[in-house]
């Protein structure tokens, strides 16, 4: 398994502003996964981050609006920039290993005001 | 495109007792994975139970075990015995076996434990 650290656990932003999020693991991991999750919905993919290349953004999310960093194997952020109420949201940071599952950090709850 | 359905929003369970999650899901693929995930309300994501779609036997954790019936596309998750500490909400799961494949979530079952 891997330990993964999110950091912050919650915060609340002002419309307008960015805020991001770090997410750390205890060990080396080629792919890391972001993903959103709206109020009482299930998880829906951001983007994956491989380490020395771009990102990859699923349908309906841009780099503009959130940006994400993969300096090396262990390490991630995401930004949501120019926030809006809407994004208000738990975003989660996963890596998956060798074997086929996901393993999630403690997730990041965001309130835009 | 692969789907996974949960048809039960929320489901209750008096303590000690079992109870059963449904999920269906739609591929086209011979062999793949599915999980079932737990999200209590410290919001981390937790793997309960895993199964490979080339595995005949229905994996078992201690209390959770699934139901896997490939031919139905059925992967319901049984709860025995069931804990205060076992609410949370429920999220079956699908991924292909390519390394480039994603993950693909139900929409989660909220789960209560009547004391």
């Known amino acids: 398994s891997a330990v993964i650290s999110q950091k912050p656990s919650r915060d609340i932003c002002q419309r307008g502003t960015s805020l991001t999020i770090q997410c750390q693991v205890d060990s080396q991991v080629t792919m890391m996964f972001w993903y959103r999750q709206q109020p009482g919905q299930s998880l829906t993919l951001i983007a994956t981050?491989?380490?020395?290349?771009?990102?990859?953004?699923e349908s309906g999310f841009v780099i503009d609006k959130f940006p994400i960093s993969r300096p090396n194997l262990t390490f991630s952020t995401l930004t949501v920039s120019n926030m809006s109420p809407e994004d208000s949201s738990i975003y989660l940071c996963?890596?998956?290993?060798?074997?086929?599952?996901?393993?999630f950090g403690q997730g990041t709850r965001l309130t835009v005001v | 495109a692969q789907t996974v359905t949960q048809s039960q929003p929320e489901m209750s369970v008096q303590e000690a007792e079992t109870v059963t999650l449904s999920c269906t899901y739609d591929t086209s693929e011979s062999d793949y994975y599915l999980f079932w995930y737990k999200q209590p309300p410290s919001r981390q994501m937790i793997l309960v139970i895993r199964?490979?779609?080339?595995?005949?036997q229905n994996a078992t954790e201690n209390r959770f075990s699934v139901n896997f019936q490939k031919a139905a596309k059925s992967f319901s998750l049984k709860i025995s015995d069931s804990q205060l500490g076992d609410a949370a909400m429920y999220f079956c799961?699908?991924?292909?076996?390519?390394?480039?494949?994603?993950?693909?979530f139900g929409k989660g079952t909220r789960l209560h434990i009547l004391p």
């Open positions: 799961a699908y991924r292909g076996m390519n390394r480039d494949d994603k993950i693909i």
């Open positions: 199964q490979e779609a080339y595995k005949q």
């Open positions: 996963s890596v998956r290993l060798s074997r086929a599952e996901a393993f």
């Open positions: 981050a491989n380490q020395g290349s771009e990102a990859t953004y």
